[in-house]
């Protein structure tokens, strides 16, 4: 089975994902990550040198390559992944793929990523906390009808990893 990770940037994916995977014996694979070592690139180096364009094309194409794996995975994709190029309904047509929604309010969202902007190159100019929360709330709120489409949602707010990965089995198993 692959279990696909999604939601906003810093829900948690990736670090939730190594945890889950380590409790289930699965494999981790970061999408984000698979780009940049395919690409010998950062994301934020993507961006910039490459486009936003071509990023989204990476990423689809190796989503589509990623979900025809065979063995038990946990794949954690980018926050903008479900929302480009059909690759949600992708998700969800991919066979033996479950897919979970990492639910985060906007305050959450907006208290994380001013700390962790630096590597997201969508992000990384915004300085002010009210910009911030401004950007995100119009940003999620285009892309909340993609990750809404996710078979399960999983709140993380006011939550420690422990207890998000403990309401993830319960929904998975
Ligand atoms: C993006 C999220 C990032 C990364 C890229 C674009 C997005 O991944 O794919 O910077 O469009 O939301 P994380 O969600 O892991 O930060």
Redesign the pocket.
């Known amino acids: 089975m692959i279990i696909v990770l999604i939601?906003?940037?810093?829900?948690g994916?990736?670090s939730l994902g190594k945890k889950l995977a380590e409790k289930l014996n699965y494999s981790f694979i970061?999408?984000?990550d698979f780009?940049e070592d395919k690409e010998n690139l950062s994301?934020?180096d993507v961006?910039k040198i490459k486009g936003?364009i071509y990023?989204r094309k990476q990423?689809f194409h190796y989503l589509k390559q990623l979900l025809q794996a065979k063995n038990n995975i946990i794949l954690?994709?980018?926050?903008?992944?479900p929302?480009y190029s059909g690759n949600m309904d992708v998700i969800l047509n991919a066979e033996n793929v479950k897919s979970i929604y990492l639910k985060a309010s906007l305050s959450t969202l907006v208290n994380k990523l001013m700390k962790k902007k630096a590597?997201?190159?969508?992000i990384a100019h915004i300085e002010t906390k009210e910009e911030m929360t401004e950007f995100i709330g119009k940003?999620l709120f285009e892309?909340v009808q993609f990750y809404n489409q996710a078979e399960t949602h999983v709140t993380i707010d006011n939550k420690t990893k422990d207890d998000v990965i403990e309401d993830i089995i319960l929904e998975l198993f």
């Open positions: 939601g906003y940037m810093a829900s994916k990736t970061d999408l984000d780009i994301v934020s961006f936003e990023f990423e954690s994709v980018g926050g903008g992944t929302c590597k997201r190159p969508l940003h892309r």
